[in-house]
């Protein structure tokens, strides 16, 4: 409220103060017209449209968290954390699962969508992959940002082409992997596995590790073969052809090891994101329902273990043993 109608307002109370009768006729007269209960017409039109100006603003608001909300979801941010239960979104299943849901009736999925969880994996068995991780890196020199080993087949980023891991180890030219890491993957993916029958409804000794299984190391080199271009938009069934299940274990944490890197799922109305977090496992149907893409790395390495399942004997794969 305006100084000069608190001024009025207290010239009025003061007149009224000194005349203790009800105003005469004359003075209800002399009453300045434009007043409706001791408030002036200016200030009930600046109140009316402060108002006003309120309801538009929480209109505008509103609808722009309600658009927000629509394109963009953040499923899960590196600041929660997920432990017991994992986080379930579901989703209509592509027609993809036809013709698998005859063939391999207790393997396709009845149920598809994605699922987050943080205490699937243990710190300890997180750290001994990632450290398996830096150590084969380590030898590895890639033309761009992207350092690729595929535990299935030994295949290691060099130069723009692959060495073979496996048989370095096997000719016992070197031992960066151990057999404690190699066990370590096992109970992870067996963890993996049991969470996936849980949530698709499924039997676990019907899913089979399919190739490729690997771990991905990406920085902000620019991009030097095809492989380097990671962040295109993609359905991992079209992409790798076996895949029914795709899991991934995060080995690193985005805003603390690297920036930029974030995974979204391309829904129809809005994107989903998952920032990745050491430790975390993100896991999902592989066809259509799940469109996907990983945001391009800014600064840092980022850490990832893709760990892919069939439901096609004949597409598994088994990981190379170490004694
Ligand atoms: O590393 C990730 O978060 C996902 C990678 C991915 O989508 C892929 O390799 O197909
Ligand atoms: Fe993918």
Redesign the pocket.
Known sequence: MSQSTIRKRSKRNDNTANNTNAPTAEQQQQQPKQQFGGISIWSRLIHRFIMLCMVWGGMYLFYFKQADHDQNRLMASVSDNIVDVPLIQELPCSDHYVQERTEFPKCAPIRCGRFVGDSIVDEHETMELRLLAETVFGISQPSGGVAIFDLASGALSNGTKFVNLWHLVKKRKNNLISKKSLDTFHIVKNKVIHNLAIQFGISPDQIHLTKPV?F?R?TDAPAATLNDQ?WHP?V?KV??GTFVY?S?L?LSTYGNEFKG?R?FFLDNKRNVT?E?KFGRI?AFTSSSENQ???EQVDSGA?F?L?IPFTCDKSQAVNIPTID
């Open positions: 690997f991905t990406i990671y993609h991992d992409t790798y795709t991934l995060y890197g995974f998952i990745p993100s996907h893409m990983v980022r990832a893709t």
